[in-house]
């Protein structure tokens, strides 16, 4: 079984830690697909019990490095590809050749500016984690409880902004009551505006950067398809017909 832990399209916290519960009742490995969901909420692999979970570092200012957790039983169960001189042991026999130093460097940069933002910001969350957590992992601990708290202001503020915007509709949860089960990944239709005039209208006058993000339901070279499902099941037809845009806050902005 393969579940999304947070949808990149319209901002959704899936119920992973049930998923995997059910797919182990009916015998079947889990597999977690955390890239959306690890820049925005702190996550326990040992509480979820997945049996895999991958995510990469490009999601939280580190490099494009794909990362992997795994059961070490079941990694050392699985025949690897891999060159005579690799080890025969996970995670070596997953690790063949030249590693991408630069970009293990980065993500190092990444961890780090994390623990310094959990020493900084999150020192209020230590009772909640110091009795199970301890150095850089506890300073972890509390930057992701840190910048859920921020971030979830952030939810709170774009809801409310967004509500103001008549002909503006939000796909996605949009109770304020439920908004702890979304990340600050917002999807909307805004009636008669294209993408591009709502992305880059006031970048003028504002002298902003943004990117342009279109979300269509057909197979181009500008089409996002691996949101195209969704959106299809959303009722969004052939390119040009509907289009959605996509905004995401994070820690480091400001409202």
């Known amino acids: 079984m393969a579940v999304g832990y947070a949808s990149n399209a319209v901002g959704t916290i899936n119920d992973v830690s049930r998923v995997v ?18 820049p925005h909420r702190p996550i326990d692999v040992q509480a979820l019990d997945c049996d895999f979970l991958a995510c990469s570092a490009y999601k939280f200012f580190g490099p494009h490095l794909g990362i992997l957790y795994g059961k070490y039983e079941l990694l050392d169960s699985l025949m690897a590809y ?6 025969n042991l996970p995670p070596d026999k997953f690790e063949t050749g030249t590693q991408s130093f630069e970009a293990i460097a980065g993500t190092l940069g990444a961890i ?11 020192s209020e969350y230590t009772t909640n984690y110091q009795a199970s957590f301890s150095g850089r992992a506890l300073a972890l601990k509390q930057a992701m409880v ?12 774009l809801l ?11 796909r996605g949860i949009t109770s304020p009551r439920r908004l702890q089960q979304r990340v600050p990944t917002f999807s909307f239709t ?15 006058r ?6 342009e993000h279109e979300m269509d339901t057909e197979s181009t070279p500008r089409t996002n398809h691996i949101k195209r499902e969704l959106l299809r099941s959303r009722g969004y037809g052939a390119i040009g017909t509907r ?3 996509r905004p995401g806050a994070g820690w480091v902005g400001t409202l």
């Open 21 to 38: 519960q059910l797919a182990h009742r009916a015998g079947a490995l889990c597999f977690v697909d955390a890239v959306q969901h690890a």
């Open 82 to 87: 891999k060159v005579r001189p690799a080890g």
């Open 112 to 122: 780090e500016y994390f623990a310094w933002l959990g020493n900084t910001f999150g």
């Open 146 to 157: 840190a910048i859920e708290a921020y971030e979830l202001e952030l939810n709170h503020s």
């Open 160 to 170: 409310e902004g967004f509500g103001s915007i008549p002909g503006l509709r939000i």
């Open 190 to 204: 805004l009636h008669g505006w294209t993408p591009k005039t709502a992305v880059f209208g006031n970048t003028q």
């Open 206 to 211: 504002t002298k902003s950067t943004v990117r």
């Open 243 to 245: 289009r959605e845009r």
